[in-house]
């Protein structure tokens, strides 16, 4: 698994955690910024607004730690380009993605797997 160029997480301590655990297994050694965006409750459009800045930024790759529903609706929109769609992930889930151009969001789906088959990985 490539390590991201940069780690986002939810400030809550189970994110933070969690994001822990994923630089540890990927290798990553920089920084893991908290992202206030990445609570349960806000609004998908301003992680978006945070992940355009980073796309424009030329940022190549940016792992997300938070939480659901919060991220199941964030990927919807990645993937669909529809703000109310929502995929549902589960409790440790890995998911990458990969934007269709440098000049939007929208992503495709490059892998999904369980939190057990994640941990196989490493």
Known sequence: MVSPELVLTSP???????????????????ERRDEAKLVPHARTDEILAVLEGELLAQTASVALIG?????????GSLLTGHPHMSMPLKRGMLVGLETESTTNVIAGLRFSMTQRFAAKLS
């Open 12 to 30: 809550y301590r189970r994110a933070r955690e969690t994001a822990a655990v994923f630089a540890n297994a990927v290798g990553y050694g920089g």
């Open 67 to 75: 939480h659901e529903p919060h991220l199941g609706h964030l990927l």
